[in-house]
């Protein structure tokens, strides 16, 4: 005899619309002993999603896209049940346990507008395509599954956060230019202290991968910006604007860089974007948007080629360091560069097999003049170009 959980899921999740749901959670609400049976079922569809490649924080940004902060809520607490019952789990998954919202409670007092929340997020859950992976699912054997951090890593990074927040919080652009730009060369040297590392010890590791969220508004700047980002650190990112996200391909060392400086760049072009909105609006402009679209976009051009010579600043230094210090000893030419271009080709590599098919986008929509001078300058001020992000197809 088919159970009332099936006989609801049949219902709601394979058709459109809100009758189907209406019918479904109209039955579960008739059945409280069904409650256990239909949260677990939830798990069983993200242990699916965790199958086609997605993540916690993925699924809960997509769900946040397409439903609403409630549905957030609600897979916050069926992520937080499925994934507890695994012994260990993939590295990054932690930091994105830790970033969950508020899960939602169960057993509410209004059981169907509940059980139709519930039935919504497994209609959205069960039509998740398949993505890239960047990694293992939970309950994987894999030798990488808990990866011990990178060789002097946890205070370096914590001197770089301390950095970037004390560059978000301060009033003053110089302050804000000379911390960011400390933050980016600290980067740079940890990732080329980590690749002398591992030329002199024959290390044998690869080019992994993470994703971070592009979100609206103002995606295709968000995206250019980290594509900027990326570039300067020695990785490959291919945005999929469809599901909101970008993909970063680098090494270890590199994708930690690219997550704090993205999120600190970011944070600090929207406070210099809404100062420099306020300042036209006071002068009687309301353009908002395409004053905000072109500070953006400007905004991710300039720090892009800042950032590239900041980098190949840093780079030259430590090159001339490595060759009369006679470091890798046995690196194919000597010195520093030989290594990074390895390594280079390594991450191309790796992209290319994981999206043999991507596109680069021509970004349209730069139209307010005013609001480019004004992204371009506090792209100077942060210290940290033309092409768009590479699309994934």
């Known amino acids: 005899m088919e159970s009332v959980i099936d006989q609801a899921c049949a219902t709601a999740l394979y058709s459109d619309g809100d009758a189907g749901l209406d019918t479904g959670a109209s039955l579960l609400a008739a059945d409280p002993s069904a409650d256990d049976a239909l949260h677990l079922r939830g798990e069983e569809f993200l242990r699916r999603a965790w199958a086609r490649g997605w993540q916690p924080a993925d699924v809960v940004r997509i769900v946040r896209r397409e439903l609403d902060e409630a549905g957030a809520g609600l897979v916050a607490a069926l992520i937080t049940a499925e994934?507890?019952?695994?012994?260990?789990?993939?590295?990054?998954?932690?930091?994105?346990?830790?970033?969950?919202?508020?899960?939602a409670p169960r057993n509410r007092p209004d059981r169907f507008t509940y059980a139709s929340g519930l039935l919504e997020l497994y209609r959205l859950l069960l039509r998740l395509p398949v993505i890239e992976p960047v990694g293992p699912p939970p309950g994987t054997a894999a030798d990488d599954l808990h990866r011990p951090p990178a060789h002097g890593e946890p205070r370096m990074l914590t001197r770089i956060r301390a950095l970037l927040a004390k560059a978000e919080a301060t009033g003053f652009p110089e302050e804000a230019e000379?911390?960011?730009?400390?933050?980016?060369?600290?980067?740079?040297?940890?990732?080329?202290?980590?690749?002398?590392l591992a030329a002199r010890t024959h290390g044998s590791g690869t080019p992994g991968a993470c994703r971070i969220g592009v979100d609206a508004p103002y995606e295709s700047a968000k995206a250019i910006l980290l594509d900027s980002i990326a570039s300067a650190n020695r990785c490959r990112a291919v945005w999929n604007s469809d599901l909101g996200f970008t993909t970063v391909v680098g090494f270890e060392p590199d994708l930690e860089a690219v997550e704090l400086l993205f999120t600190s760049l970011l944070v600090q072009g929207t406070a210099a974007m809404t100062k420099a909105e306020a300042g036209q609006r006071a002068g009687g402009r309301k353009r908002t948007k395409p004053f905000r679209q072109s500070f953006l976009m400007a905004y991710a051009q300039r720090l892009g080629s800042r950032l590239a010579d900041d980098t190949a600043r840093v780079t030259a230094a430590a090159d001339a360091g490595s060759r009369s210090a006679g470091e890798p000893g046995d690196a194919p030419g000597g010195g520093l560069l030989p290594v990074l271009a390895a390594r280079d080709v390594a991450v191309t590599d790796t992209a290319e097999r994981m999206f043999p098919?991507?596109?680069?986008?021509?970004?349209?929509?730069?139209?307010d003049a005013e609001g480019w001078t004004h992204g371009t300058a506090a792209a100077d001020r942060a210290r940290?170009?033309?092409?768009?992000?590479?699309?994934?197809?």
Do not use: C, F, N
Request: hydrophobic share 35%.
């Open 83 to 103: 994934t507890a019952r695994y012994g260990q789990l993939p590295p990054r998954w932690a930091d994105q346990l830790a970033g969950l919202p508020a899960p």
């Open 384 to 393: 940290m170009g033309g092409r768009g992000p590479e699309i994934d197809r």
């Open 178 to 196: 000379a911390l960011t730009t400390k933050a980016q060369e600290l980067m740079a040297r940890h990732s080329i202290d980590e690749a002398l």
């Open 357 to 367: 098919r991507t596109t680069t986008s021509r970004v349209r929509g730069v139209t």
